[in-house]
Antibody, heavy 117, light 107 residues
Framework: EVQLLESGGGLVQPGGSLRLSCAAS????????MTWVRQAPGKGLESVSS????????LYADSVRGRFTTSRDNSKNTLSLQMDSLRADDTAVYYC??????????WGHGTLVTVSS | EIVMTQSPGTLSVSPGERATLSCRAS??????LAWYQQKPGQAPRLLIS???TRAIGIPARFSGSGSETEFTLTISSLQSEDFAVYYC?????????FGQGTKVEIK
């Protein structure tokens, strides 16, 4: 059974940093592209970042490029999203997803990030 | 960026009736179109990929069609558990953009 478990969300002040993690199990992690998707409260879905299975290629939404960095540790089956220079409009539930390789086959339960002073 | 537009915004349907949801892309995405279902307080769930291929475990009452710029999700006979928000997503180009969603509510 595929499981994706996000952690690391919380309340952070504008300009601050936060690191999200996603623990994956139930599939061959190193063979799978992974994507972070976010959903602001009461709003729709936005693709934030995607990373290839080997970790060498990463894509970012214009809204986060230069502030967010996605990475993975295939030895630990873990995906990470380092978020710097956070802004109020980054407030959202962040979902870790398994891409197949481009549509989003499995989703974690999400972790809430709130950027507020 | 490819803009995905869903219609209607809200669809009121009685249980047992058919629901037809539309999704339009601002440029051709071939058949690289997925549909997701999201219930309140839950993560989205994949329903359809490749415009028409049901995901594992998705009931046959869900069907997808279309190509290029026009796509449709049909729920043949709505069950109580189908009342939710539905999103389409193109995965032909990055960023992989979503429509704004169609809420299917009980009439």
């Amino acid at each position: 059974e595929v499981q994706l478990l996000e952690s690391g969300g919380g309340l952070v002040q504008p300009g601050g940093s936060l690191r999200l993690s996603c623990a994956a199990s139930g599939f061959t992690f190193s063979n799978s592209a992974m994507t972070w998707v976010r959903q602001a409260p009461g709003k729709g879905l936005e693709s934030v970042s995607s990373i290839s299975g080997d970790g060498y290629a990463a894509l970012y939404a214009d809204s986060v490029r230069g502030r967010f960095t996605t990475s993975r540790d295939n030895s630990k089956n873990t995906l990470s999203l380092q978020m710097d220079s956070l802004r109020a409009d980054d407030t959202a539930v962040y979902y870790c997803t398994k891409a197949a390789p481009f549509y989003l086959e499995y989703w974690g339960h999400g972790t809430l990030v709130t950027v507020s002073s | 960026e490819i803009v995905m537009t869903q219609s209607p915004g809200t669809l009121s349907v009685s249980p047992g009736e058919r629901a037809t949801l539309s999704c339009r892309a601002s440029q051709s995405v071939s058949s690289k179109l997925a549909w997701y279902q999201q219930k309140p307080g839950q993560a989205p769930r994949l329903l359809i990929s490749g415009a028409s291929t049901r995901a594992i475990g998705i009931p046959a009452r869900f069907s997808g069609s279309g190509s290029e710029t026009e796509f449709t999700l049909t729920i043949s006979s709505l069950q109580s558990e189908d009342f939710a928000v539905y999103y389409c997503q193109q995965y032909d180009n990055w960023p992989r953009t979503f429509g704004q969603g169609t809420k299917v509510e009980i009439k």
